[in-house]
């Protein structure tokens, strides 16, 4: 898939999410919330299908903010189920083969536990009073970025020098 395509659809995919999360939790827009996660679902279901990176990084964050009970709207459900849906369909019964049968349950661990730890640093008062860094980190959610960014060097480092764990997917 063309790469400026995926940058794109990954950004209108965050941008909708929050469009959604805004639209629910400040103007108690429920029809409106629930459009835009609609959307939202089918673009991450079709970049996770399509991409093994985004199926690590949308699983994660699903899975994360499952765990940590933060799927807390309507909204969030049917974007959850949209996705689920859709990349069932896209991705397990793709005609090039089933993208799950490719990920690594280490590398989508780190994603979940990445995705786990920003939701429950995220708007948590005891955390934020600790200290200005920590509520910055938390409210942008900087450890699934950093997860990521490791992945993404040691893949870069793969690449070059044929490094490798076993059962562990660099980016």
Not at 128 to 135: A, D, G, P, Q, V
Request: glycine share 6%; aromatic share 16%.
């Amino acid at each position: 898939m063309n790469q400026v395509l995926i940058a794109l659809l990954y950004s209108l995919s965050g941008f909708l999410m929050k469009l959604s999360d805004d639209e629910y939790d400040e103007k108690s827009n429920k029809l409106s919330s629930i459009i835009l996660g609609i959307i939202c679902g089918i673009i991450i279901a079709f970049l996770a299908s399509n991409n093994i990176d985004a199926s690590y990084i949308f699983i994660g964050i699903l899975v994360g903010t499952a765990l940590s009970f933060k799927i807390d709207g309507i909204h969030h459900i049917v974007t959850f189920l949209v996705f689920l849906l859709l990349y069932l369909v896209w991705g397990v019964f793709n005609p090039n083969g089933s993208i799950l049968t490719d990920l690594s349950l280490i590398t989508l661990l780190i994603c979940i536990i990445s995705a786990f730890i920003d939701e429950i640093g995220n708007d948590n008062k005891s955390i934020y009073n600790k200290s200005k860094f920590l509520k910055f980190f938390f409210d942008y959610r900087f450890t699934m970025k950093l997860a990521i960014l490791f992945l993404a060097i040691l893949g870069y480092y793969q690449s070059i020098t044929g490094f490798s764990l076993p059962f562990v997917d660099f980016f």
